[in-house]
């Protein structure tokens, strides 16, 4: 009768390369972004010849490219000159002025930092990139507590490009007045991708990512109207993979539209952002604007402040734009009054959905779970047999 003819043999897998889901993962075309890549590299291209770099602000919803684009443009600069040296920070790993210089430092094969103080580390950042020229690129930057550091590398270092990537269009109206007379950078936003151009993307990790033919066309676009509906392209990737794997816990040869609902039903559980995303101080902010909602802002920052807070007030504004941006908060301006104008503030008990595009990606994985996971069963693909 055949009943077994369509289940997968014992050490078999529908995976080819499981890495190609790794939003992280770089293929050698990166398609629909080419206009921007360009836009990056000519921000570079003055070094070459023995000028400044651009400064450029790089802006955009997440998962539309941001960070993918800008690491193209870097491994390229890479491959082209051994005399600019490019540097990437991550900002949400790396968000205080110490730990990015120490980051940065042992990026640059420095030894016996540990015990280094701040302006120890810079001092010697400084003095190994002067030999040459950099190109820094702070992604998440507005995740970071102070911004010392991009003060320091304004002043002292001399021939450089500065990229700063973020979710927030706004994000540089905030910045300290000191460092954005210094900066002026150029700005280009990352506009979210057409269907057909998610469609597009999602197709070639899937076809580098599965033997031929395990995907079924209904649940392949099944999967990119999700991705689309979302805006983020890590969603999609995210359910190609987690399609594949409950296809294999069921031992078929086909991935189909079942198994597409079955994640969909997993993400439901992760279409708020979750507290647990925030960091220390941005939760504090939370709990001193949950306490006393319906405030004025400055009258927020006065009881943040009697309750231990430490930040200044720009800073203390930074948290709460940002606060609101991610819904967990809502601002109302007030105009004029004897005050002149300011912003309530009130607790959102109803946060922003994955429909408004800004839950994190890595909300979508549980916990120990990634996408760059090599194959836990070491089974060999199907097209192997």
């Known amino acids: 009768?055949?009943?077994?003819?369509?289940?997968?043999?014992?050490?078999?897998?529908?995976?080819?390369?499981?890495m190609a889901l790794d939003y992280e993962y770089l293929p050698k075309v990166l398609a629909y972004r080419e206009q921007e890549q360009q836009f990056l590299a000519t921000c570079i291209k003055p070094?070459?010849?023995?000028?400044?770099?651009?400064?450029?602000l790089i802006t955009g919803t997440p998962g539309i490219g941001k960070t993918a684009a800008t690491k193209f443009v870097l491994r390229d600069?890479?491959?082209?000159?051994?005399?600019?040296?490019?540097?990437?920070?991550?900002?949400?790993?790396?968000?205080?002025?110490?730990?990015?210089?120490?980051?940065?430092c042992e990026e640059l094969g420095f030894k016996f930092i540990q015990n280094k103080k701040s302006d120890e580390l810079f001092k010697m950042l400084r003095?190994?990139?002067?030999?040459?020229?950099?190109?820094?690129v702070f992604d998440e930057i507005d995740k970071v507590e102070d911004y010392d550091f991009l003060y320091s590398i304004l002043e002292e270092v001399h021939r450089k490009s500065i990229f700063l990537i973020?979710?927030?269009?706004?994000?540089?109206?905030?910045?300290?007045m000191r460092i954005k007379s210094r900066l002026l950078p150029e700005t280009v936003e990352f506009k979210a991708y057409r269907p057909e151009e998610t469609k597009g993307i999602l197709k070639s990790r899937r076809d580098l990512a599965f033997v031929e033919g395990v995907w079924t066309e209904p649940a392949f676009d099944l999967i990119a109207k999700r991705a689309q509906d979302a805006g983020d392209v890590r969603v999609g990737l995210h359910m190609l993979r987690e399609s594949g794997?409950?296809?294999e816990q069921e031992s078929q040869t086909k991935i189909v539209i079942r198994h597409v609902e079955k994640v969909t039903e997993k993400l439901k559980e992760f279409t708020r952002k979750s507290k647990d995303e925030l960091s220390d101080e941005e939760n504090f902010v939370l709990t001193v604007v949950k306490k006393n909602s319906g405030k004025k802002i400055g009258d927020l920052f006065t009881i943040y402040q009697q309750d231990g807070g430490k930040q200044t007030y720009?800073?203390?504004?930074?948290?709460?734009?940002?606060?609101?941006?991610?819904?967990f908060i809502s601002l109302k301006k007030l105009v004029g009054g004897p005050d002149g104008s300011t912003s309530i503030v009130e607790y959102s008990i109803i946060q922003k959905q994955t429909a408004d595009k800004e839950v994190d990606a890595s909300a979508l994985f549980s916990d120990g779970d990634s996408l760059d996971k090599p194959n836990p069963s070491g089974n060999k693909r199907l097209d192997e047999f």
């Not at 973020?166 to 300290?176: C, G, R």
């Open 1 to 18: 009768m055949g009943l077994f003819k369509d289940m997968l043999k014992e050490g078999e897998s529908l995976f080819r390369d499981e």
């Open 47 to 56: 070094m070459f010849m023995n000028r400044n770099g651009k400064n450029l």
């Open 77 to 104: 600069l890479e491959e082209e000159s051994e005399d600019i040296i490019p540097l990437y920070v991550n900002c949400w790993q790396k968000n205080t002025s110490f730990k990015i210089f120490t980051y940065l």
């Open 127 to 136: 003095d190994r990139v002067n030999k040459g020229a950099v190109v820094f």
């Open 166 to 176: 973020t979710n927030y269009k706004d994000w540089i109206v905030h910045l300290d």
């Open 245 to 247: 794997l409950a296809a």
């Open 314 to 327: 720009k800073t203390f504004q930074r948290k709460i734009n940002r606060l609101a941006s991610n819904g």
